[in-house]
Antibody
Framework: EMELVESGGGLVQPGGSLRLSCSASGFTFKNFAIHWVRQAPGKGLDCFLGINGDGNRTYYADSVKGRFTISRDNSKNTVFVHMTSLRLEDTAIYYC????????????WGRGALVTVS | SYLLTQPPSVSVAPGKTATIICGGDNIGSKSVYWYQQKPGQAPVLVISHDSDRPSGIPERISGSNSGNTATLTITRVEAGDEADYYCQVWDSATDDYVFGTGTKVSVL
């Protein structure tokens, strides 16, 4: 069964740093792009970060550019997000997602990791 | 950037039909995807490519897309359909994955 599991969330002070991990199983990890969507309390979904299967192409929303870095280790079936200079508005549940092989949408979501900046 | 607009809420009686719209400029030229998010859970894909149902999604849930509006329809609504529903497209012009504003479906 395919699965994504996020870890590394927690409470951090403004200006602090945190690293999220997304561990995958049940599919050929290196063949798929992985994305991150975050959901602030009571708000909608915001796709803000992604990396292709090879790890040589990434995208960042303007809101996190220069502060967050995404990478992957295909030997460990894991994607990492290094978050720095965290702001109050970064408080959210962070979901990692597998992009479908058709492209353009997400066919598998993790359960999410809560990041609280306070 | 491309915008997708949904009504904040829809209320429906059990056994009736819920219709959730997703508005976007010429959205009919794009593939639309729908996700269901129940309270405290991660979203789940319920419709892909405008109208395809992934395995395990009941036939009561269907989708369509034309012009400036995509629609998710849930027939014979049950209490278990109470959730937030989000539409999503991939905008090729900007390579962005765009979500709609979300619609909360309440079963009366």
């Amino acid at each position: 069964e395919m699965e994504l599991v996020e870890s590394g969330g927690g409470l951090v002070q403004p200006g602090g740093s945190l690293r999220l991990s997304c561990s995958a199983s049940g599919f050929t990890f290196k063949n798929f792009a992985i994305h991150w969507v975050r959901q602030a309390p009571g708000k909608g979904l915001d796709c803000f970060l992604g990396i292709n299967g090879d790890g040589n192409r990434t995208y960042y929303a303007d809101s996190v550019k220069g502060r967050f870095t995404i990478s992957r280790d295909n030997s460990k079936n894991t994607v990492f997000v290094h978050m720095t200079s965290l702001r109050l508005e970064d408080t959210a549940i962070y979901y990692c997602l597998k992009e479908s092989h058709f492209g353009g949408y997400f066919d598998l979501w993790g359960r999410g990791a809560l990041v609280t900046v306070s | 950037s491309y915008l997708l607009t949904q009504p904040p809420s829809v209320s429906v009686a059990p056994g009736k039909t819920a219709t959730i719209i997703c508005g976007g400029d010429n959205i009919g030229s794009k593939s639309v995807y729908w996700y269901q998010q129940k309270p405290g859970q991660a979203p789940v894909l319920v419709i892909s490519h405008d109208s395809d149902r992934p395995s395990g999604i009941p036939e009561r849930i269907s989708g369509s897309n034309s012009g400036n509006t995509a629609t998710l329809t849930i027939t014979r609504v049950e209490a278990g359909d109470e959730a937030d529903y989000y539409c999503q497209v991939w905008d090729s012009a900007t390579d962005d994955y765009v979500f709609g504003t979300g619609t909360k479906v309440s079963v009366l």
